[in-house]
C-alpha cells in the first residue's frame, strides 16, 4: 500500500510565505516525477509546479518566480516552497506522483490535498 501525505498548509497573509511537504511511503520501486496541484472554490484543479527525479522543474506561469519546487529522493519527498504569497494562491493543495510498485507497473496516486488560505 502506498500513501502521500501532505503537510504543511494553513492560514498566511498576502505577502507571506509557506511551505508543503508530501511524502510518499510504502512498497515503492521508483517515482519518476512528483508534482503539486491546487484546486480554487468553484474551479478545476490545475497544475502548480512539477519535478522529475533529476531534478528538472516546470511552473505555471502565475506561480513562477514565486514557488519553488524541490524533492529529496532519498525520502521520497517533494516540497514546495510559497513566497510572496496572493489572495489568488488560495485552495487546496494536492500532491501527485506515478509511482512504480513491486510489480513494476506505474500507479497514480494523490494525497489528501491540504488547504491554503491566502487573506488580504
Known amino acids: 500500500q502506498v500513501q502521500l501525505v501532505e503537510s504543511g498548509g494553513g492560514l498566511v497573509q498576502a505577502g507571506g510565505s509557506l511551505r508543503l511537504s508530501c511524502a510518499a511511503s510504502?512498497?515503492?520501486?521508483?517515482?519518476?516525477?512528483m508534482s503539486w496541484y491546487r484546486q480554487a472554490p468553484g474551479k478545476q484543479r490545475e497544475l502548480v509546479a512539477r519535478?522529475?527525479?533529476?531534478?528538472?522543474?516546470n511552473y505555471a506561469g502565475s506561480v513562477k518566480g514565486r514557488f519553488t519546487i524541490s524533492r529529496d529522493n532519498a525520502k521520497n519527498t517533494v516540497y514546495l516552497q510559497m513566497n510572496s504569497l496572493k489572495p489568488d494562491d488560495t485552495g487546496v493543495y494536492y500532491c501527485?506522483?506515478?509511482?512504480?510498485?513491486?510489480?513494476?507497473?506505474?500507479?497514480?496516486?494523490w494525497g489528501q490535498g491540504t488547504q491554503v488560505t491566502v487573506s488580504s
Open positions: 501527485n506522483a506515478p509511482i512504480r510498485g513491486l510489480d513494476r507497473s506505474y500507479y497514480d496516486y
Open positions: 510504502g512498497s515503492i520501486l521508483s517515482i519518476n516525477y
Open positions: 519535478i522529475n527525479s533529476g531534478g528538472s522543474t
